[in-house]
């Protein structure tokens, strides 16, 4: 997948943004298709020569939008890692947070996921972006569960980790497209999936195979 050259000038770099961000604005709502790129560049408070020298076409700019997103989201994860790991925290308390603040991570960009997606069902470059992030979200809550397990666990730690992180994710992705999960109130989901996690990890039955 081509990239966009990073520019050089502060200026440039701003008005890139500012693409980044109208396009962005546009997958939200439902309308980048049907932007043209003279309209992209008016919104954009630059020109359309502007456009044509920091991109060059609609699609560079579609993948530019995804790249950001997956690098905000990588930066997000890390930091809301560091911030959880040092604080004392339970295994429930640490999931309940970090399901919460996932969560957090993706709401009011619902449209935006929901077009980057839908582009991903028919571009495979976009789809192993996708799960290349999936991958990234899902090892980081492994290593977050695995460092708070105490007592009695599953026979196998991070075989159960990995999967409920991949089930979460589900669960988190599903929510964000949606807006629910079940019947489940949005108020009390991380704390009913948190449950979860604990009763998969802290149980009596996973050594009976």
């Not at 077009?115 to 069902?121: N, P, W």
């Not at 028919?122 to 708070?148: C, G, K, P, V, W």
Request: proline share 3%; charged share 20%.
């Amino acid at each position: 997948m081509q990239r966009i050259p990073r520019p050089s000038q502060a200026r440039s770099q701003q008005a890139l943004e500012r693409f980044l961000n109208v396009a962005a604005e546009l997958l939200q709502s439902n309308q980048f298709e049907d932007t043209g790129i003279a309209q992209i560049a008016q919104q954009a408070e630059s020109s359309v020569g502007t456009f044509y020298r920091l991109i060059g076409d609609k699609d560079l700019l579609l993948y530019a939008v995804h790249q950001r997103f997956v690098e905000q989201s990588r930066a997000a994860i890390d930091q809301l890692n560091e911030t959880l790991l040092s604080q004392p925290l339970d295994l429930f308390s640490q999931t309940e947070r970090y399901i919460s603040q996932v969560l957090t991570l993706f709401h009011g960009r619902e449209g935006l996921l929901r077009a980057l997606i839908r582009r991903s069902s028919s571009d495979m470059q976009f789809r192993q972006r996708f799960h290349e992030l999936n991958a990234y979200i899902a090892q980081s809550f492994s290593l977050l569960t695995l460092a708070r397990l105490q007592g009695r666990k599953h026979a196998n730690p991070a075989q159960a980790a990995d999967l409920l992180a991949h089930v979460l994710l589900a669960s988190m992705n599903y929510h964000t497209l949606t807006g629910q999960l079940g019947r489940t109130p949005n108020a009390q989901l991380p704390a009913e999936l948190a449950r979860m996690v604990c009763s998969y990890l802290h149980n009596d039955w996973a050594d009976a195979e």
